[in-house]
T-cell receptor, first 109, second 116 residues
Framework: GIQVEQSPPDLILQEGANSTLRCNFSDSVNNLQWFHQNPWGQLINLFY???GTKQNGRLSATTVATERYSLLYISSSQTTDSGVYFC???????????FGTGTRLQVTL | EAQVTQNPRYLITVTGKKLTVTCSQN?????MSWYRQDPGLGLRQIYYSMNVEVTDKGDVPEGYKVSRKEKRNFPLILESPSPNQTSLYFC???????????????FGQGTRLTVV
């Protein structure tokens, strides 16, 4: 099956700093999403981005499908950004989203 | 508001006592699925459903049952829970995960289940 790797695995930032999270996948995808899992365990949809670039406030994402990677940018980080960030992909006729290994982000004051 | 609703959010139960976790979506989605999340193992699919009366096994179906009698509901049934089913469970729905109608999947709030 498809492999989805995220980097870095852990990230500690001071409030106000910027960061880039990366998601590499091993096969062509037709569905890619970024999620934020907050400290209460909820999975929050950030972006549906199988290709191209999107922005939502301080967050933006870019997927280069031909090169099999996606990037999530967080600018001016806040403590509420803490949690685990997952990318998840779906290939061809697959019946599920395959989740990456996650990036655990901690934003400190 | 478009959403996927799971109940209960938290549950502690004893080994062998049958339980059902409900999942309901209000987006008229055809696809629904259950995942479990465990430390070190990530999120793994338990069962999925492409439409009413159509269900199939995911990666870790043992010990679970599902049904899809109505489009909006997709309950997860543990007929005889065991401690190794202690986990965080998520229900998800989507119009479609692939093809020209591929859209994003929405996840419920999660159900933390502890089996003692």
């Amino acid at each position: 099956g498809i492999q989805v790797e995220q980097s870095p695995p852990d990230l500690i930032l001071q409030e106000g700093a910027n960061s880039t999270l990366r998601c590499n996948f091993s096969d062509s995808v037709n569905n890619l999403q970024w999620f934020h899992q907050n400290p209460w365990g909820q999975l929050i949809n950030l972006f549906y981005i199988p290709s191209g670039t999107k922005q939502n406030g301080r967050l933006s994402a870019t997927t280069v499908a031909t090169e099999r990677y996606s990037l999530l940018y967080i600018s001016s980080s806040q403590t509420t950004d803490s949690g685990v960030y997952f990318c998840a992909v779906c290939t061809g006729t697959a019946s599920k989203l395959t989740f990456g290994t996650g990036t655990r982000l901690q934003v400190t004051l | 508001e478009a959403q996927v609703t799971q109940n209960p959010r938290y549950l502690i139960t004893v080994t062998g006592k049958k339980l059902t976790v409900t999942c309901s979506q209000n987006m008229n989605h055809e696809y629904m699925s259950w995942y479990r999340q465990d430390p070190g193992l990530g999120l793994r699919q338990i069962y999925y459903s492409m439409n009413v009366e159509v269900t199939d096994k995911g990666d870790v179906p043992e010990g679970y049952k599902v049904s899809r009698k109505e489009k909006r509901n997709f309950p997860l049934i543990l007929e005889s829970p065991s401690p190794n089913q202690t986990s965080l469970y998520f229900c998800a729905s989507s119009l479609s995960l692939w093809g020209p109608q591929a859209t994003e999947a929405f996840f419920g709030q999660g159900t933390r289940l502890t089996v003692v």
